[in-house]
């Protein structure tokens, strides 16, 4: 079973009050604001338009799973996405074309940066900007076009999945293995994050000098 991110938008002002994560929707094709989702009976929203893979497994009668996986709020506090896992229950069917998205392609690298910057609680608006103009460095080197929002949007939700150090393992392993040119490059914006206040606070040292040997062992097997 392949699971795939993607989000809700457009959401009803009642979105929330009978949906928790974990929730089972449902998606329908309809003439308007194309992909409608459903908790049950109430339409929370719809599913964004530049989403097309989403429009074409429903015209495919591709069997699926909709799951809610989290709920995203900007700065204010306010909710502006409905996050979920669509699942395709048809492993032997190919991906015409291959689904991709911020998330999928360089969501753990996210989720690494955010753990630095937020290693003494809290994401400054100066490492947040840092994060995202990298993510939108990383999407043009990998032929990925946001949507718009997505990029803020995939900062916030790798600020609300911030790895621990052996999630941080497990992440730079699998880089190494997949994609080893990433690793030198994510370095470098690691150490950009943790220094783009002008100080390096106790608890950003003591990740920095783990990321360090983390990534240097990944580098250094990579070249082998």
Same mark, same amino acid.
């Given at each position: 079973m392949r699971s795939h991110p993607c989000v809700v938008v457009g959401l009803a002002p /009642?979105? #929330?009050?009978?949906?928790?994560?974990g929730d089972k929707l449902k998606l329908e094709a309809g003439p308007q604001d194309g992909v409608a989702c459903f908790c049950g009976s109430q339409r929370i929203g719809h599913i964004p338009s530049s989403r097309s893979?989403? =429009? *074409?497994?429903?015209?495919d %009668?591709? *069997?699926?799973? @909709?799951?809610?996986? %989290?709920? /995203?709020? /900007?700065?204010? %506090?306010? #909710?502006?996405? @409905?996050?979920?896992? @669509?699942?395709? #229950?048809n492993d032997a069917r190919p991906e015409q074309p291959a689904i991709r998205s911020i998330i999928s392609e360089i969501g753990d690298e996210? *989720?690494? #940066?955010?753990?630095?910057?937020?290693? /003494?609680g809290r994401l400054e608006p100066a490492e947040r900007s840092v994060i995202e103009q990298f993510a939108a460095a990383r999407a043009s080197e990998l032929g990925l076009v946001p949507d718009e929002g997505?990029? =803020?949007?995939? @900062?916030?939700?790798?600020?609300?999945?911030?790895?621990?150090m052996l999630d941080v393992a497990g992440i730079v392993k699998r880089l190494t293995r997949d994609r080893p040119e990433a690793l030198p490059i994510v370095w470098e914006a690691c150490a950009i994050v943790a220094e783009i206040d002008g100080r390096i606070a106790p608890e950003e040292k003591q990740s920095m000098i783990t990321l360090r040997a983390l990534f240097e062992q990944g580098m250094a097997k990579a070249k082998k």
């Open positions: /009642d979105a #929330l009050q009978n949906m928790r994560e893979w989403i =429009a *074409r497994l429903l015209a %009668g591709e *069997r699926h799973e @909709v799951t809610v996986t %989290g709920f /995203d709020t /900007d700065p204010a %506090g306010k #909710l502006v996405h @409905v996050e979920i896992a @669509v699942a395709l #229950l996210l *989720r690494i #940066l955010a753990m630095v910057g937020a290693a /003494d997505e990029i =803020a949007h995939a @900062v916030r939700w790798a600020r609300r999945h911030a790895p621990n």
